[in-house]
């Protein structure tokens, strides 16, 4: 079933169940995957195994996902989206800012898993259709600088046209808002001081691209850590 | 001050003397000199009366003396011409001494009577305030209150905790430091006076009285010494020492039976919890496991039946999830574990958060209506557990209303305050069960047909009131339930306060 060119995912979690579940959904989905139940074997496999990605559990027995994540970014760049629980959430900020590509809170369905291991190894795909995003009404061109709604163009100030960029290069992705602060704002300490700046911004998108901004279908808020702009419909 | 007093007394013993003698000279004429006899036995009657024994014995002498010298012949002169007279002296004397004592003795049964009248009032005074006393704390300020009241110094109160003693209760001017509490702890150990006026540490300026109880000593009753403390106020202050330990212990035992009285409480709670947590669940996972198990065993199904079971499956495991979300967050609200991060934040995105995490089927076809003014001011809240408040309390509009009943959402500035309203359409709550409804694991009769645990409002109460916010609730059976969160603005700084 699974060909030789298909995608390695290496999955790091300690409780044997949650690898069986994650390993059965991912191998009828034409991965080829591999395990470790420890940071140290995370560390050993993700080298031995020549992963495409990780799939890595926050509390592991031995080591932190986050140290976990610290190192193996010092030698690879291969994407990771970290499992953690709903009280998580300094952890989960802090193993984005370690390099961690994505999250995805347990319990989870095997459609938002699926669709976080999409987003993130987008980046493994040549760059070229990253510039034009098609998402239900919305149309993103990056290379002609337009945003349209319904084949409508919709005017942005330069501003809230940073913001959806960046969220555009990393539709699917939670984009952290230390992540946004810095690629719009310029901006790396006092992240506290300039936050409203990105909250009055992503107020005014959406309610120019968002058909009811008080329920936005674009960009989605992941409480405490950032934005992720919906790339599926 | 006494000692002038006395001589305060003697001095106007011996006027009453001179008066006397000056009222006998006047009258000497029309009586014969024995007769002149009763005036020096009333002045030696009141002497005793006003001033005690010992002004009364001196009038006695006084009064033979002036007899002799002003009226017995030779008169001017001390020498007695008829020997008939030194029978008078010794009648005078002997009598005079008799009345003396008896007077005297009336008149400190009658101060006596008066002191302890006094006595009685204060002390009766003391127990009517202790009976009002509704804690320890209570206690020790009336106790304070009225040892103050008795030395008119500073007084102090040392209560024994974990190890040592410790001040529980002192008037302005007693300052506790490291000398006080080893004397204290003194007189606790030894269960004797200490400090100023006894053998112990005499040095200090403060004496310390144990407080006694027949089971052993309570606590330890300190005052600034005062050497003008009567006689009387040092027993009263003994009384008072007394009812002092049967207070404090009886305070103390009243306290125990509260504690006792909250760990049933709590062990009530925690077979609640038990109960329900049992129940809510195993319900969800009979019904995963159910319809897992029809798929497993029975390959014969038709496609529309094995849909219709793994959504069951599919709703029933968010169910569960939801419930042991709900367990862990009241556990930490119980335990004050609750950790709160507030930072600014946009209403409409808490909402819009809040809606996006309610399950699909939840949602189902009920119109969501929100009235959140454009340029709502931020509010500060720790948005994640904000948005559980929300969606626990949106969950139950949705679940108590008909499938298609209307939800509404409204924003508005009441008073300097955020009020946030959640109103549905659905078969509303009881007035009788209004007061409970945030009450953990309460849920009303009316609401029995929906399953639930009980727990929802009850953490959105300790979310709301963690924010420094209140939740009130209104609501009309079978009309609708409007719940309202309302929640203070953060403080906005001036231009230049930054």
């Known amino acids: 079933m699974t060909k030789p060119d298909a995608l390695r995912i290496l999955i790091v979690d300690d409780e044997k169940s949650i690898r069986r579940f994650l390993k059965t959904t991912l191998h009828a989905q034409g991965f080829q995957v591999f395990e470790a139940a420890t940071g140290q074997e995370a560390l050993q496999n993700s080298v031995a195994d020549h992963p495409d990605a990780l799939i890595l559990d926050l509390g592991l027995p031995d080591m932190d996902g986050i140290e976990v994540t610290r190192e193996i970014r010092k030698r690879s760049q291969i994407p990771i989206v970290i499992l953690s629980v709903r009280e998580q959430e300094a952890d989960k900020i802090a193993a984005l800012d370690a390099g961690a590509d994505d999250y995805l809170t347990k319990p989870f369905s095997s459609g938002e898993l699926l669709a976080r291991l999409r987003a993130v190894m987008r980046r493994l795909l040549p760059q070229e259709e990253a510039q034009v995003l098609k998402v239900g009404k919305l149309t993103a061109d990056l290379s002609k600088r337009i945003i349209c709604i319904k084949d409508q163009p919709v005017k942005l100030t330069p501003t809230e046209y940073d913001v959806l960029k960046v969220l555009v290069l990393n539709s699917g992705k939670v984009v952290t808002h230390r992540h946004l602060l810095q690629a719009v704002w310029n901006k790396t300490e006092d992240l506290e001081g300039v936050a409203h700046l990105l909250r009055v911004t992503m107020s005014n998108l959406r309610s120019k691209i968002e058909t009811d901004p008080n329920r936005p279908f674009y960009i989605l808020t992941e409480p405490g850590i950032g934005y992720r702009l919906r790339s599926e419909p | ?498």
């Open chain 2, 1 to 498: 001050m006494k000692h002038i007093q006395n001589w305060n007394s003697y001095s106007k013993s011996l006027m009453l003397v001179v008066a006397a003698s000056l009222l006998g000279e006047g009258v000497q004429r029309f009586l014969a000199p024995t007769n002149l006899v009763m005036l020096y036995l009333l002045v030696v009657v009141v002497s005793a009366i006003r001033w005690g024994r010992g002004p009364a014995v001196f009038a006695s002498f006084m009064s033979v003396l002036a007899f002799d010298f002003l009226f017995v012949p030779p008169r001017l002169n001390f020498s007695v011409a008829d020997s008939q007279y030194l029978l008078t002296f010794a009648g005078l004397l002997i009598v005079a001494l008799v009345i003396s004592a008896l007077a005297a003795r009336a008149r400190d049964r009658a101060l006596e009577a008066n002191q302890r009248e006094i006595q009685a009032t204060l002390l009766y005074n003391l127990s009517r305030d202790l009976a009002t006393a509704l804690d320890l704390k209570a206690v020790l300020k009336i106790l304070g209150d009225h040892a103050h009241h008795i030395v008119s110094t500073d007084v102090a109160l040392f209560l024994p905790e974990d190890k040592g003693l410790k001040e529980c209760y002192t008037s302005s001017g007693f300052l506790v430091g490291e000398n006080e509490i080893a004397v204290a702890t003194l007189a606790f150990q030894k269960n004797l006076p200490a400090g100023r006026g006894t053998e112990t540490l005499p040095s200090s300026s403060a004496q310390y009285l144990p407080l006694k109880t027949t089971q052993g000593i309570s606590g330890v009753l300190a005052y600034k010494f005062n050497d003008d403390l009567s006689k009387e106020n040092e027993r009263l202050l003994q009384a008072l020492t007394n009812q002092a330990a049967v207070a404090i212990d009886r305070a103390l035992l009243a306290e125990k039976a509260h504690q006792i009285e909250l760990l049933k409480e709590t062990e009530k709670l925690q077979k609640l919890l038990l109960n329900s947590v049992s129940h809510d669940l195993r319900t969800p996972l009979v019904s995963i496991k159910g319809a897992l198990s029809s798929l497993l065993e029975n390959d014969a199904l038709d496609p529309e039946t094995r849909r219709e079971l793994l959504e069951n499956a599919y709703e029933e495991s968010d169910r569960l999830n939801q419930i042991v979300g709900n367990l862990l967050d009241m556990t930490r609200v119980e335990t004050g574990t609750l950790k709160i991060v507030k930072k600014p934040c946009d209403l409409s995105d808490v909402i819009g958060v809040s809606l996006q995490q309610i399950p699909k089927e939840r949602l189902g076809k009920h119109p969501i209506v929100i009235h959140i003014p454009p340029e709502f001011p931020e509010i500060l809240m720790d948005l994640s557990l904000m948005v559980k408040t929300f969606m626990n309390i949106l969950d139950n509009a949705l679940k108590y209303s008909p499938a298609d009943a209307a939800v509404e959402i409204k924003a508005e500035i009441v008073n300097d305050r955020a009020h946030i309203e959640f109103m549905d359409h659905g078969i509303g709550i009881p007035p009788k069960d209004l007061h409970r409804i945030f009450d953990k694991f309460f849920r009303s009769e009316h609401s029995h047909k929906v399953p639930g645990t009980g727990l929802g409002l009850a953490i959105c109460k300790g979310v709301v009131e963690a924010h420094q916010g209140e939740i009130r609730v209104e609501s009309r059976l079978n009309e609708g339930t409007r719940i309202v969160v309302s929640l203070p603005f953060p403080h906005i700084p001036e231009k230049g306060e930054r």
